[in-house]
Antibody
Framework: EVLLLESGGDLVQPGGSLRLSCAASRFTFSDYAFNWVRQAPGKGLEWVSAIDNSGFNTFYADSVKGRFTISRDNSKYTLFLQMNSLRAEDTAVYYC????????????WGPGTLVTVSS | DIQMTQSPSTLSASVGDRVTITCRASQSISTWVAWYQQKPGKAPKLLIYQASRLESGVPSRFSGSGSGTEFTLTISSLQPDDFSTYYCQQYNSYSRAFGQGTKVQI
C-alpha cells in the first residue's frame, strides 16, 4: 500500500520559516507528480503548490507565490515545501498528495501536518 | 485562474434520500472535474474523476455528471457512512482549485 507521511509542522511566529517534508514509500517516487493542499481550521481545501515528476516544473497558488517553494529529492523519496514569511492565514493542516498516472487526480494523501502561525 | 463555486454549503438529509450537489466553474473546463469526500480529521478521498468516472472501490450509489461549467454529484440513496463533506475540484489547469465544500448532515 502506498504511504505518504508529512512532517515538519510546528508553531512558528509570523514572519518565520518552516520546511515541511513528505516521505513516500511503496511505489516508484520519480514516476509521479505531487501537490501540497492545505486546510485551515474549520475551513475548506485550498490547493497550494504542484511539482512534476522531474522537479523541473513547479506551480503555486497566488496566495503563496514568492513565499513558498516546492521541491523534491527523488533519490530520497521525499517531497518538500519550504515556507518563508509565514502569516497567520497560513495556519492550516498541510497535506501531501500524489497525482495518479491513470486519472490525473489525487489518488493518495498523507494524514497531514499542522502548521500554526502565531505570536 | 479558474474558480469553482459549489452549492449548497450545507445540506440536511435523511438515510435513503437522493442528494445532489452542484459545482459551477468560472470558465469551461470540459469534463476535468473530480469529487472528493472528507470525514472529520481525515484526508479527502477521491470519489469521481473526469466528471462521471467512478474511482475504483467507490459504491455505485455515487455518480457524477456535467461538462463545460456545470457539474453535479449525486448520491442515489444516502447511507449513514455518507454523512461527510464533499468537494469538487477542477484539473483543467495546473491551479487545481476546489469548491468551498458541501457538508451533508442529518
Amino acid at each position: 500500500e502506498v504511504l505518504l507521511l508529512e512532517s515538519g509542522g510546528d508553531l512558528v511566529q509570523p514572519g518565520g520559516s518552516l520546511r515541511l517534508s513528505c516521505a513516500a514509500s511503496r511505489f516508484t517516487f520519480s514516476d509521479y507528480a505531487f501537490n501540497w493542499v492545505r486546510q485551515a481550521p474549520g475551513k475548506g481545501l485550498e490547493w497550494v503548490s504542484a511539482i512534476d515528476n522531474s522537479g523541473f516544473n513547479t506551480f503555486y497558488a497566488d496566495s503563496v507565490k514568492g513565499r513558498f517553494t516546492i521541491s523534491r529529492d527523488n533519490s530520497k523519496y521525499t517531497l518538500f515545501l519550504q515556507m518563508n514569511s509565514l502569516r497567520a492565514e497560513d495556519t492550516a493542516v498541510y497535506y501531501c498528495t500524489r497525482v495518479s498516472l491513470v486519472t490525473s487526480n489525487f489518488d493518495y494523501w498523507g494524514p497531514g501536518t499542522l502548521v500554526t502561525v502565531s505570536s | 485562474d479558474i474558480q469553482m463555486t459549489q452549492s449548497p454549503s450545507t445540506l440536511s438529509a435523511s438515510v435513503g434520500d437522493r442528494v445532489t450537489i452542484t459545482c459551477r466553474a468560472s470558465q469551461s473546463i470540459s469534463t476535468w472535474v473530480a469529487w472528493y469526500q472528507q470525514k472529520p480529521g481525515k484526508a479527502p478521498k477521491l470519489l469521481i474523476y473526469q466528471a462521471s468516472r467512478l474511482e475504483s472501490g467507490v459504491p455505485s450509489r455515487f455518480s457524477g455528471s456535467g461538462s463545460g461549467t456545470e457539474f453535479t454529484l449525486t448520491i442515489s440513496s444516502l447511507q449513514p457512512d455518507d454523512f461527510s463533506t464533499y468537494y469538487c475540484q477542477q484539473y483543467n489547469s495546473y491551479s487545481r482549485a476546489f469548491g468551498q465544500g458541501t457538508k451533508v448532515q442529518i
